[in-house]
């Protein structure tokens, strides 16, 4: 179902922009992460709503959405993990960017201080993995290990940043502010400090490992359970495997993206599968018991006396099953009729003796046809 912002922020449809600034603030500081450490469900909320706020608060894409709905606003958010989408990380910069229109009061609101914003922990970026896999492999499921380079809290420094002995001090500067403000005729201005750049915390000695960073680039390997029914295009999110936080804050995620390699013999249509089987002419005049193929092994069809090339056959169940477990698809089974190319004497005679012996009867197709032929030219 495609997301109502309106919806998610409470609002009518002719709602004024002041008063969806209002309806995202209310939700934003409500659900803000930082306020409900732990809490998955507010974590979303709050990402919803600055999606939504992003949208219809701007008079160029509200217009967008209200025609064409979320496809007409779709934003692509590159972060440096490689994963496309809107994240955690975007709807705190939206907030950040909300915020400094509202004044510090919506910091001591959310946190008491300005300090506290200015030290809030940062939570890690989400990553992007694209994984193949076969399609046996998507119809019944299957575990992969993968190896993903991602930034890691510094052993060394715990995070910190500091030198193994040493801590983080407050900037002289701001006084742990992390904001500094200066006269300029009847207005004072607030700004990030210089110093510490925003941070509120100066280091002195940093961490040899990390050099400060507070995190290191390590290779980690993880088990990825791909359920039954996944095709091209399916993403799987495993929570907190992403890059780890900035001073012990939360890890993001890892989306793994599958990408389905080309069958040599089925193709997929959603969930069903289709083929194409040869079969001789004798089979198909006389009728026969043909193997056909299917992502679990050979089964026995049988092919009634005059098929025809192309005749389409229905194998109820041999597809895939749907991603959700409620139903599986079929498998369809086209035959093409193959002439020999290379006959023995014996098969010629044999054939020579089959074409005295035809009854126009036996071929209506073609008989229409040259009906339809002699009708076209007066014959």
Partial sequence: ????????????????????????????????????????????????????????????????????????????????????????????????????????????????THTARQKRAQYGEDL????????????NGTEKWVEILRLETCPACSGIGAKPGTSPSNCPVCQGSGQVSYARGFFSVVQSCSRCHGEGEIIESPCSNCHGSGRVKKHHRIQVKIPPGVDTGSRLRLSGEGEAGLR?????????????REHEIFTRQGNDLFCEVPISFSQAALGAEISIPTLNGQLEMKVPSGTQTGRLFRLRGKGVP???????????????????????????????????????????????????????LNI
């Fill in 1 to 112: 179902m495609a997301e109502d912002y309106y919806k998610i922020l409470g609002v009518s449809r002719d709602a004024s922009a002041e008063e969806i600034k209002k309806a995202f603030r209310k939700i934003a500081i409500k659900n803000h992460p930082d306020k409900n450490p732990g809490d998955t469900g507010a974590e979303e909320r709050f990402k919803a709503a600055g999606k939504a706020y992003e949208v219809l608060s701007d008079p160029e894409k509200k217009k967008r959405y209200d025609q064409f709905g979320p496809d007409g606003v779709q934003a692509e958010y590159v972060r440096p993990g490689g994963f496309e989408g809107f994240g955690l990380g975007d709807a705190f910069r939206i907030f950040e960017e909300f915020s400094k229109g509202s004044g510090g009061g919506i910091f001591d609101e959310l946190f008491g």
């Fill in 128 to 139: 992007r993995y694209d994984l193949e896999i076969l399609l046996g492999e998507a119809a």
């Fill in 248 to 260: 012990g804050a939360e890890r993001g995620d890892l989306y793994v993206f599958i990408h389905v």
């Fill in 322 to 376: 749907s991603l959700h477990g409620y139903s599986r698809g079929d498998q369809y089974v086209k035959v093409i009729l193959e002439t020999p190319m290379r006959l023995s004497e014996k098969e010629r005679k044999l054939f020579g003796e089959l074409i005295k012996l035809e009854d126009k009867r036996s071929y209506p197709l073609r008989e229409g046809f040259l009906d339809k032929l002699r009708r076209a």
